[in-house]
């Protein structure tokens, strides 16, 4: 039996929309708070949270709710990323304008790679760092630009006026390397129960 399940009721409904239809009975569609899970003690053998706990606003609650519903020997694996993570973008965008910030907070420095373990060590008896060896190459400016805006800082804002310009200018740096290489520093930690 496998539960999907968010804060987000509505990512809750689209998971459930694109898998109901698979025929797929074992799986359970619920919305959760990680931060106060609704089962019971030792529920679950495995427990993922992939690009999460840098959004829990009370980390040591969440941490407590997954080690309780884990059993004794149970897995926990949460991806995470690190502080070089597509660090090519933010630097295209501060040469562009350095008033350009894409995040309002740097999530890795909630729950990342280079702080994840150390996070993790006090509720696990085992923790295990296992990254991901992984690029983007960019060869076009549309979908580059796509991401950029798509981002929680203030870029919309300062590019508002500026946008063909701004797209020009990443053409140009496309057609100087004929690709832009973006690092991916990514991770998983696996996290065992005592």
């Not at 459930?16 to 106060?36: H, I, M, N, P, Y």
């Not at 003690?41 to 427990?47: A, L, N, P, R, T």
């Not at 997954?66 to 991806?79: A, D, E, K, T, Y």
């Not at 310009?165 to 930690?189: D, M, N, P, S, Y």
């Amino acid at each position: 039996q496998i539960y999907v399940t968010d804060l987000s009721s509505g990512m809750v409904e689209d998971a459930a929309g694109l898998l109901k239809s698979s025929g797929r009975d074992f799986l359970t569609f619920e919305t959760q708070d990680c931060q106060l899970l609704s089962y019971e003690d030792g529920s679950f053998d495995v427990v993922i949270a992939n690009h999460v706990l840098f959004y829990v606003k009370d980390m040591d609650r969440a941490l407590g709710e997954i080690c309780r519903v884990l059993r004794p020997g149970g897995l926990f694996f949460c991806s995470t990323y690190g502080r070089e993570h597509m660090k090519e973008i933010t630097l295209l965008v501060q040469e562009f304008d350095p008033r350009i910030t894409l995040s309002e907070v740097a999530l890795y420095e909630q729950f990342g790679l280079e702080n994840g373990q150390a996070r993790l060590e006090p509720y696990f008896s085992a923790v295990e760092k296992r990254m991901h060896d992984d690029g983007l190459l960019v060869d076009e400016a549309e979908p580059l630009l796509d991401y950029i805006l798509s981002c929680h800082g203030n870029q919309s804002e300062i590019l508002s006026r500026r946008q063909l310009e701004f797209k020009q200018f990443l053409q140009k740096k496309i057609q100087e390397k004929g690709r832009i290489r973006i690092t991916k520093e990514a991770g998983i930690f696996v996290c065992r129960k005592a």
